[in-house]
């Protein structure tokens, strides 16, 4: 949880200082304080803003400030007027101060700032205190103050805090008080009490006058005055009482306090026959003008009121940067710094703000900015986040992409050993069965010749008589598709020529018995098919031919052994 | 524009922060577009690896084979046992390297002429020391009629192969000689070769490019030579040198032929046998051992009556039966009826060879010889 800050720049008439408050513990702790005076006798407003702000630059430099500040304007620059409006709902109320403050600041309200403050009400009538301030001058602090590196939230008029300070100090509501704000060029009358706040500023009667009654009497330039005048009644510089000056310091300082103790009187006289008839129990001082020797004496006597000094700074703790001294030189100026930074812990704190409004919306934007870049940034990161996932997804996918390469590769290189393999294992197996057959047909032909003996052996009275190998080619079969034509088919056709001889056909007889003859080639057909070599005998394919041999003596017609010549079809894997 | 400049920090942030946002867009829009096409890739990469760890089929309608390394060495071992199994069919047909017939490395023309010519001469002599018969007016020239009978003619190339050739009728000519029974006739009609070092070289583009083939105008007609119809030979795998033996002779002969030449231990194989009935002429060439042999008067069964050319490795004598009217006579009396007859055979013979692997660089656009 962030901890309540605030840091306070009070441009004062005669100095500026910087404070830094912070809250702990519902008190409040001021951290910082830091403050220049500013040269005397600066009379012109531009003249004394920018002391003020080179002074505020000084600080600000020389201390590392920095962030945004609340600015308490003094009450010279201010214009201060109080209205009695109706108590009604606030959002009317709000309507009738924008209506009255038309006729009570003497400027168009287009050239000022202002604001109002609730600061009594009867029940019937509230009275408001209006605050203006020039236009040209609220932009001018603010953009001044921006220029030294703090940020302006907001511009305080000063009037109204010494009662806020007295406030947080412990006021206590049932009492009526009168605080008086005596600084170098203005006088600030605070009337708290149980019906509220009054507050009238003096804005001629100050330290100032004082200096300046002296500087004119003694004519010594206004600087040296001040300073004589700081020197002597602080007791820093010592004049004898026969120095001329000190006739005239005392003089001037009668006088000053003659005409502020009838002037508090005149105000208090007109607070008395007010409506409420307020009647102050005591006089609380404050400002460095209060330090005027014989004042409180004064007041208490003509007022007949008890005069205190009011040092609010008892009610505030003291932080690391700050010791007791520091704090107890600055007690009468730092009032309404307190009274600011008093909005930190009170539940229902006074005030005005009187920033230009453009700049108070640059400045609440400002604000906002480090938000709305961090916003847009978080926004502008977004497909970064989307980026992130599909190229870490795409880094995966490639990963494990690149692994099944890898062990596809390696099944790739196992396939196409294999493909090579059976490739080479194809062209081999096609050149053994080229080979094997050479191998295996090279003895057919002395096999076939011996198992041709061994069959036709057997026979009685048969033997082969010619032999002679005819090979045809038969047609091939058509091509599939895609596929290549076979290779025509060779068919080994042996043709055997057999001769039988009839021995039981007397050999005188000159007669042929066609039985026999069928009888001896069935016998040779059966024994002739019967050959591992031979697939087929065709029956069409046998020719027997009568034929008549002469015997040994030339004379003989034997007719008893005819030739039958028959077709033996090779095995086609016993080719001859 | 004054407000613009008066928060110009701040809207310079927001303008970069913008720019950086839209950035920030496209690179996501760039990734989501990456990681899409990376996840089909994915997807795509993992089917394609599933279909491959499912298998792979290697011959359409066969059962997928697993990609693992034991099928690799599987494959690996099984081309090892077809190269070791086709190493041992070479070893068989390649047969003894010591009885392997080669022609002579360094022979030129001139020598191969004079060897071929004193080759001729050997076989004629032998011929005669052993009363076997050439054709009288025409004798063979024993595959070389070419150079024998043409003064100055000699091979132009194929030398080696040639003399080789040479080699090869020597031993067959031997063998032939050897085979013949004591006494048995034989006639040499003709030793036939193959004319290789006259064959042309195959141009491209038609069918065996780059091989020599018989020239298709060439060699047909001549003497001792011929093209063989069938072959052992089986391009690149087996080289065979094709040989024809027409001769006259008795069944015996051919048996113990074809038994020598396929028990010799060379890579040699018969090719074709093709038997006929000698021509009177070629009988009366002959006349002086075709006698016709009658059976004794010893008793002879019918059951025991043997062909005559249908043993072809069996006994071989003449048939003859028993007497007319076996009744009436109780003595056996023999009679022949089939005289013993002389064959023409024809056999065709095939040297076999492995030829030399050549590396699979070299081997294409070489011719083939």
């Known amino acids: 949880m962030s901890q309540k800050k605030a840091t306070i720049v009070n441009l004062a008439a005669s100095n500026v200082s910087v404070s830094q408050f912070s809250v702990e513990a519902g008190s409040l702790v001021l951290e910082q304080f830091f403050v220049e005076e500013i040269a005397p006798g600066l009379t012109g407003d531009d003249e004394w803003l920018n002391a003020a702000i080179a002074a505020l630059a000084s600080l600000v430099n020389t201390h590392e400030l920095k962030g945004r500040v609340a600015v308490i304007a003094p009450a010279f620059l201010l214009l201060q007027k109080p209205l009695k409006v109706p108590q009604v709902e606030r959002a009317r109320q709000a309507q009738i101060v924008a209506f009255e403050a038309q006729n009570a600041i003497p400027y168009p309200l287009n050239e000022v700032i202002w604001d109002s403050q609730l600061m009594a009400s009867d029940g019937v009538e509230a009275e408001v205190l209006l605050f203006a301030l020039r236009t040209e001058i609220a932009t001018k602090i603010a953009n001044m103050v921006t220029s030294t590196g703090l940020r302006p939230m907001s511009i305080q008029a000063a009037p109204l805090l010494d009662s806020q300070a007295f406030r947080l100090a412990g006021g206590s509501g049932a009492e009526e008080v009168l605080i008086i704000n005596v600084g170098a060029r203005s006088t600030t009358l605070s009337f708290v009490g149980p019906s509220g706040v009054n507050i009238q500023s003096a804005t001629n009667i100050g330290g100032n006058l004082l200096t300046q009654g002296v500087s004119d009497n003694t004519g010594q330039p206004f600087a040296v005055s001040e300073a004589i005048k700081v020197g ?27 005409r502020l103790a009838q002037d508090i009187n005149r105000r208090l006289i007109n ?73 930190l812990t009170l539940p229902q704190p006074i005030g005005v703000n009187l920033i230009p409004r453009d700049i108070a919306s640059q400045q609440a934007f400002d604000a906002r900015k480090p938000r709305l870049v961090v916003a ?143 009888a001896a080639i069935g016998r040779l057909l059966e024994v002739v098919r019967k050959s591992p070599y031979v697939s087929a005998v065709p029956e069409n394919e046998i020719i027997v031919t009568e034929q008549t041999i002469k015997a040994a003596d030339n004379k003989t017609e034997i007719r008893m052994t005819p030739k039958a010549t028959l077709t033996l079809v090779i095995h086609k894997d016993k080719a001859l | 524009m004054q407000n613009f400049k008066k928060n110009l920090g701040f809207n310079l942030a927001l303008i970069a922060i913008g720019t950086l946002f839209i950035v920030g867009c496209a690179m996501a829009f760039l990734a989501y577009q990456g990681s899409t096409k990376s996840a089909l890739d994915l997807a795509r990469a993992r089917r394609d690896q599933l279909a491959l760890l499912n298998g792979h089929t290697f011959v359409p309608g066969a059962a997928s084979v697993s990609l693992n390394d034991k099928n690799v060495e599987a494959a ?12 041992s069919l070479r070893t068989a047909i390649a047969g003894n390297p010591d009885l392997v017939i080669k022609g002579k490395a360094s022979a030129n023309s001139a020598e191969l002429s004079a060897l071929l010519r004193e080759s001729v001469d050997g076989w004629r002599k032998l011929a005669a020391d052993q009363g076997i018969k050439l054709m009288p007016n025409d004798p063979t020239a024993f595959g070389f009629y070419r150079y024998i009978h043409n003064q100055g003619t000699s091979p132009k190339r194929d030398f080696q192969k040639v003399d080789q050739q040479r080699l090869v009728i020597d031993f067959i000519v031997r063998q032939l000689a050897e085979s013949r029974p004591a006494g048995s006739p034989l006639l040499i009609e003709s030793v036939d070769r193959e004319p290789i070092e006259t064959f ?45 033996v027409r001769f006259v002779a008795y069944t015996p002969t051919l048996r113990t032929f074809v038994n020598k030449i396929r028990n010799s231990g060379r890579p040699v194989a018969i090719t074709t046998i093709d038997v006929g009935l000698a021509s009177k002429e070629l009988e009366k060439l002959l006349a002086t051992s075709v006698a016709p042999v009658a ?51 024809v056999v065709q013979i095939d040297y076999l060879s492995i030829p030399e692997e050549k590396p699979a660089a070299s081997a294409e656009g070489e011719p083939k010889k």
Request: proline residues 6%; aromatic residues 6%; glycine residues 8%.
């Open chain 1, 232 to 258: 002597y009644f602080s007791g820093i510089v010592q004049l004898t009482e026969s120095d001329p000056q000190v006739a005239i310091l005392q003089a001037n300082s009668q006088t000053f306090i003659r």
């Open chain 2, 295 to 345: 059976l004794s008067g010893a008793a002879a069964s019918g059951a025991s009556a043997p062909a005559v050319l249908g043993g072809f490795f069996g006994a071989e004598e003449p048939v003859a039966v028993s007497g007319a009217k076996p009744a009436t006579s109780l003595v056996d009396q023999r009679v022949l009826v089939v005289p013993r007859k002389l064959s023409s055979f």
């Open chain 1, 271 to 343: 607070v008395r026959r007010g409506a409420n008839g307020r009647q102050p129990a005591r006089i609380l001082i404050t400002g460095r003008g209060s330090q005027v020797p014989g004042l409180s004496e004064q007041l208490c006597e003509t007022l007949r009121l008890p005069v205190e000094v009011f040092d609010p700074s008892s009610v505030i703790t003291l932080g690391a940067g700050t010791n007791a001294e520091q704090l107890a030189r600055a007690k009468y100026q730092i009032t309404e710094v307190i009274g600011e930074a008093a909005r």
């Open chain 2, 200 to 244: 042309v070289l195959i141009p491209e583009g038609k069918p065996g490019a780059g091989s020599y083939a018989p020239d298709a105008d060439g060699s047909k007609n001549e003497i001792d030579e011929f093209l063989p119809s069938r072959t052992f030979d089986r391009n690149g795998l087996v080289d065979s040198l094709s040989f024809r």
């Open chain 2, 76 to 87: 690996a071992a099984d081309v090892k046992e077809l190269e070791a199994h086709l190493a």
């Open chain 1, 376 to 518: 847009a940034l978080l926004a502008a990161i977004a497909p970064f986040c989307v980026w992130l996932a599909f190229a870490s997804a795409e880094g995966w996918n490639q990963a494990q992409a690149g692994i099944i390469q890898a062990r596809q590769t390696e099944l790739s290189v196992r396939r196409n050993a294999i493909e090579e393999s059976r490739t080479k294992a194809a062209e081999l197996a096609a050149k053994t069965k080229e080979i094997e057959q050479v191998v295996l047909n090279r003895s057919n032909w002395p096999a076939f010749l011996g198992d041709l003996q061994s069959r036709v052996g057997t026979l009685k009275n048969t033997w082969i008589e010619e032999m002679h190998v005819k090979y045809e080619t038969l047609p091939a079969a058509p091509a599939v598709d895609g596929q290549p034509a076979p290779s025509p088919v060779v068919v080994t056709k042996v043709m055997l020529s057999v001769r039988f001889l009839f021995a039981e056909v007397p050999f005188d007889v000159k007669q042929y018995k066609s039985q026999s003859e069928k």
